[in-house]
């Protein structure tokens, strides 16, 4: 079993739509989790972090469920702009400071 | 304030050779890690560094080494290169070693072997 598993995708969702991508993880020992989002051939960057609570940053709204092991991004009025691949990743794996990914979900938001 | 910078950006090699990538990380950042992402994966692990010492690990080959400077940058060292070596190789830093440190990345260098 992959440590982090995504739904490749590709998500293909009409402008101003909500959409929603979810991510499960192996360790239960992880500590802290992230959404980086990846353009095309350019670096991960960071999204936002997810509390167990709940949080939410203007259009994006993050969510994690330890019982279960599973994080989710929701995405609402989706943008052109969104379009890109988000990575769903865990801290701690294995102990310590080192990040481990997911293969990524590709959006792609369309007029 | 700069972001993580990477050096070079491109980069093409031939199998056998060797490589050094460099990378300097956000002012006040003392950690530095390293990733190997390979086309339609994400980033694969390949060592943090913290105050100059090694911190971590990834499953990688020992042809693979690392090092941090007194000013926190860092270098990413791959000896004999083989083709399965082509790859983006992305830096990333934070504060420090807590796990509820976020990371964040350089541009990467794109690296061929061929």
């Known amino acids: 079993r992959k440590e982090v598993e995504q739904d490749p995708g590709p998500f293909n969702v009409p402008e101003g739509a909500t959409v929603a991508f979810n991510c499960t993880y192996s360790?239960?020992?992880?500590?802290?989790f992230f959404w980086y989002r990846q353009d095309c051939r350019k670096e991960p960057k960071l999204l936002m972090s997810?509390?167990?609570s709940g949080n939410e940053d203007g259009r994006f709204t993050a969510q994690l469920n330890r019982a279960s092991q599973y994080i989710s991004l929701l995405i609402r009025d989706s943008k052109l702009s969104d379009s890109a691949t988000y990575l769903c990743?865990?801290?701690?794996?294995?102990?310590?400071?080192?990040?481990?990914f997911g293969t990524g979900t590709q959006l792609k938001v369309e007029l | 304030d700069a972001g993580v910078t990477q050096s070079p950006t491109h980069l093409i090699k031939t199998r056998g050779q060797h490589v050094t990538l460099r990378c300097s990380p956000i002012?006040?950042?003392?950690?530095v890690s390293w990733y190997q992402q390979v086309l339609g994966q994400g980033p694969q692990f390949i060592f943090q560094?913290?105050?100059?010492?090694?911190?971590g690990r990834g499953n990688f080959p020992d042809r693979f080494s690392a090092r941090q400077f007194p000013n926190y940058s860092s270098e990413l060292n791959v000896n004999a290169l083989l083709l399965g070596d082509s790859a983006l190789y992305l830096c990333?830093?934070?504060?420090?070693?807590?796990?509820?440190?976020?990371?964040?990345f350089g541009p990467g260098t794109r690296l061929t072997v061929t």
């Open positions: 990333a830093s934070s504060v420090g070693l807590a796990e509820s440190y976020e990371q964040y």
């Open positions: 360790n239960s020992a992880s500590q802290s």
């Open positions: 997810v509390y167990s």
């Open positions: 990743v865990v801290n701690g794996e294995g102990g310590g400071n080192k990040l481990t």
């Open positions: 002012s006040g950042h003392k950690s």
């Open positions: 560094y913290y105050e100059k010492e090694e911190r």
